[in-house]
């Protein structure tokens, strides 16, 4: 659930008594009637181009997320060899996805269908328009709204690169992730925000509060994530041989395009130009600020110095801690959920990573799945009615509103999309591997992903 | 004909190449490199996690000389990048067997 429709009727709202009143007058002319009737045309199409902006502008914010901004987030953070490759994984579900989005996706996402997933109505985008999709966003047309959303169903696949960075093939990578889109991306999609689905918070079965994507992004592939680093295993050579990032000023430029493009994915989620943009928009910022001081501050503590990756990883912790709650809290809670984050994640990647001794390469399940997992538990927690009356007007969102069994409802909806993302997730591991095959040769991993998959070099320093 | 090769502390490289010039040498090769002897390396982070890394950057000169000035070589090199701890690093001395010109096929001592 994602605005608060009053919103809207708010405008001509204010012009309805002074209308009433005029048509109310004795021998109103047509043509008053008639100009009045044109006037009011225009502030809504006035209304209407003023939301489409934005949410133009927040879509190709989101991209951008994805393209530079991930793609150099994870390319600063492997190893020279290996830097197109991993680009090459962020870009190629640029691409991907958006034709399989546009011929199904799309309608398995937000068709209508059943609890779970929606059908075949919208199959090569049939249907979708430049008119509204009132059971969506009343205000723009449905092809802002479905190019919105595509942005989306590109970054939650390319998240889950960094898990398996620098040992998946490239053609098994591509058809995986591809798959995974249809399979666990659309379905919760549509679970929750989809029309009838399970945890729609909008009259589902569980209604689930997921502003921009706590659960469909950040837990299904971060958990997924974390399936396939257990599944394909560890890289050749580790733990034991040191595989720093060959470059922090790729992976800063990268997460500072993230902090920025997730103004598109937070704000952009009010699907709409009014003053919940500006609350998702001032959370959004809060989190990511309070989240990058709370890991500096813990890795400060625990190694005694405070590193770049550190920061930049408390940034995205918390920019993901906050992408539930985001349209549902209040400013000061944005914060603490900030810091919140920032610490946990900093714990499940200083700690529990080494504990167990799995190799999410790049901290995709550490920052992503428990990040996603906390902050929605958090947004059980801090969501009002105040901010966003998602429930109806007057009714109790979250916990600090009175309303303490959503709790129960958010734990449900983290259940599920860990559920769909380790089934989904370790079919498709399973096909593929069979099928194609998942993991580099060895002699490929040892020369790279930059020359073993695409015969190309990321640098040449003699050139 | 002598060949000294000398590996440095990068940041020693102006005042050796310097050092050099003022002794009269004028030809020399640069290259980066990476090495240790007894010198220990770092630590750096990476996730919560130290790591030594004991591969240090080094730059390495190689000059070739003729026999006479191997010693004023030596002393300028060492001169301008001792500092008396570890790491300053070393001189090798080889024999060279020719020296050629690729401008003009000069070949011998006039070749240096």
């Known amino acids: 659930m994602r605005r608060c429709s009053c919103k809207l009727l708010v405008l001509p709202a204010l012009f309805l008594p002074s209308v009433v009143a005029l048509a109310q007058t004795p021998a109103s002319p047509p043509a008053t009637q008639a100009q009045i009737s044109a006037l009011q045309q225009q502030i809504q199409t006035a209304q209407m181009n003023a939301d489409n902006a934005w949410m133009l502008v927040s879509a190709a914010l989101v991209l951008l997320m994805t393209g530079p901004g991930l793609a150099l ?29 546009a011929i199904c996706g799309y309608s398995f996402a937000f068709g209508h269908g059943n609890a779970f997933i929606g059908g075949f109505e919208h199959l090569f985008l049939r249907g979708v328009g430049l008119a509204p999709n009132p059971d969506y966003a009343p205000t723009i047309p449905e092809q802002t709204y479905m190019v919105y959303q595509l942005m989306f169903a590109i970054i939650t696949p390319a998240l889950i690169t960094g898990a398996f960075a620098e040992r998946m093939k490239f053609s098994a990578m591509a058809v995986f992730l591809s798959l995974w889109s249809l399979l666990v991306y659309s379905p919760m999609a549509h679970m929750v925000w989809g029309v009838g689905g399970l945890l729609n918070a909008n009259g589902g079965h569980i209604p689930s509060l997921d502003f921009a994507g706590g659960t469909v992004v950040h837990i299904t592939s971060g958990v997924s994530a974390l399936v396939t680093a257990l599944y394909l295993g560890k890289r050749l050579g580790y733990p034991h041989t040191a595989m720093p990032p060959h470059s922090m000023v790729l992976s800063f430029i990268g997460a500072c395009l993230l902090w920025v493009g997730w103004f598109g994915f937070n704000a952009g989620s009010a699907l709409g130009s009014g003053p919940l943009a500006t609350s998702a928009f001032i959370n959004t910022h809060f989190a990511a600020a309070a989240a990058a001081v709370g890991w500096t501050i813990a890795e400060w503590i625990h190694n005694g110095k405070p590193t770049a990756l550190g920061a930049i990883s408390g940034a995205v912790a918390g920019l993901v801690a906050i992408t539930p709650a985001s349209g549902f809290v209040q400013p000061f809670p944005a914060l603490l959920i900030g810091l919140i984050a920032g610490a946990f994640c900093s714990f499940m990647v200083f700690k529990v990573k080494a504990r167990f001794g799995y190799d999410d390469s790049l901290d995709a399940f550490g920052v992503h799945g428990a990040g996603g997992t906390l902050g929605a538990l958090l947004t059980g927690l801090f969501a009002t009615a105040s901010i966003n009356a998602a429930f109806g007007k007057g009714v109790p969102t979250g916990a600090i509103d009175g309303h303490w069994s959503q709790l129960l409802n958010q734990a449900a909806g983290v259940a599920i999309s860990w559920g769909i993302s380790i089934v989904g997730t370790l079919i498709l591991l399973f096909v593929v591997d069979k099928v194609i095959g998942l993991r580099l040769a060895p002699e490929d991993e040892h020369e790279g992903l930059d020359l073993s998959q695409h015969g190309e070099e990321g640098y040449d320093l003699n050139g | 004909m002598l060949k000294i090769e000398a590996v440095l502390q990068p940041s020693k490289l102006d005042a050796v190449k310097d050092a050099l010039l003022e002794a009269g040498i004028e030809g020399m090769t640069i290259l980066e490199a990476r090495g240790h002897g007894r010198q220990k390396g770092h630590t750096e982070f990476y996730r919560g996690r130290e790591y030594t890394v004991d591969l240090l950057p080094k730059v390495k000169i190689e000059l070739v000389v003729t026999d006479d000035r191997k010693e004023t070589a030596i002393q300028a090199i060492m001169g301008a990048a001792r500092t008396g701890r570890i790491g300053d690093g070393k001189i090798f001395v080889s024999k060279i067997d020719e020296a050629i010109r690729i401008r003009n096929d000069e070949r011998g001592e006039s070749a240096l």
């Not at chain 1, 991993?86 to 579900?93: D, E, H, K, L, P």
């Open chain 1, 73 to 101: 987030f994870y390319g600063g953070l492997v190893r020279r060899k290996n830097i197109l490759g991993t680009m090459m994984q962020s870009f190629a579900m640029m691409g991907l996805v958006t034709i399989l989005w």
